[in-house]
T-cell receptor, first 111, second 122 residues
Framework: DAKTTQPPSMDCAEGRAANLPCNHS???????VYWYRQIHSQGPQYIIH???NNETNEMASLIITEDRKSSTLILPHATLRDTAVYYCILDLGAGSYQLTFGKGTKLSVIP | GAGVSQSPRYKVAKRGQDVALRCDPI?????LFWYQQALGQGPEFLTY????????KSGLPSDRFFAERPEGSVSTLKIQRTQQEDSAVYLC????????????????????FGPGTRLTVT
């Protein structure tokens, strides 16, 4: 299985950009990078995904390095409601559908 | 619109009891997933349905766990003779598409999760 590595926790000041790193050095060519987050006592919530190019939506931006061995999720203006566990996940490839979550990064947004 | 709903939200069972956890996916969603989340851990895959067909049950931890989706919509996860190690949050997710198949052009997919059922076995 391809695996991801994330720091266990990070702090970010409210209003500042939160940059959450993820290493996935064994990613294969057809695997997507997904990000989900889980706010306390809720189910995980999809944020964004990408294959090779950088992606942006209304929630966040995803920057994937050219060699695809790492990526960064960017929340441009973090709010207190962004406090959550953020999971970087690899799609296991064609014919697969399991999301393998790992332990994620606990992001605390501080007033 | 309505999201994925799960019931009950909380369940306390005595060791040895049977429990049934219900998931109502988003209407029209073909794919349905169950995950188990232990305290302090990320969710772990249990089983997957495409419509009424259970295509993968490789994550079910023992034969005490059974899942069904008889009409391709609502799903039930049943745990027989509950044990303390079954205490966890059970999450259901649904998805509008079927997972990609080798050779098909595909752009990824999003799973929509319910709030979970917190099971405590005493």
């Amino acid at each position: 299985d391809a695996k991801t590595t994330q720091p266990p926790s990070m702090d970010c000041a409210e209003g500042r950009a939160a940059n959450l790193p993820c290493n996935h050095s064994t990613i294969s060519g057809n695997e997507y990078v997904y990000w989900y987050r889980q706010i306390h006592s809720q189910g995980p919530q999809y944020i964004i995904h990408g294959l090779k190019n950088n992606e942006t939506n209304e929630m966040a931006s995803l920057i994937i390095t050219e060699d695809r061995k790492s990526s960064t999720l960017i929340l441009p203006h973090a709010t207190l409601r962004d406090t959550a566990v953020y999971y970087c996940i690899l799609d296991l490839g064609a014919g697969s559908y399991q999301l393998t979550f790992g332990k994620g990064t606990k992001l605390s947004v501080i007033p | 619109g309505a999201g994925v709903s799960q019931s009950p939200r909380y369940k306390v069972a005595k060791r040895g009891q049977d429990v049934a956890l219900r998931c109502d996916p988003i209407s029209g969603h073909v794919s349905l997933f169950w995950y188990q989340q232990a305290l302090g851990q990320g969710p772990e895959f249990l089983t997957y349905f495409q419509n009424e067909a259970q295509l993968d049950k490789s994550g079910l931890p023992s034969d005490r766990f059974f899942a069904e989706r008889p009409e391709g919509s609502v799903s039930t996860l049943k745990i027989q003779r509950t044990q303390q190690e079954d205490s966890a949050v059970y999450l259901c997710a649904s998805c509008t598409t079927t997972p990609r198949v080798s050779g098909q052009s595909f752009d990824g997919y999003e799973q929509y999760f319910g709030p979970g059922t917190r099971l405590t076995v005493t």
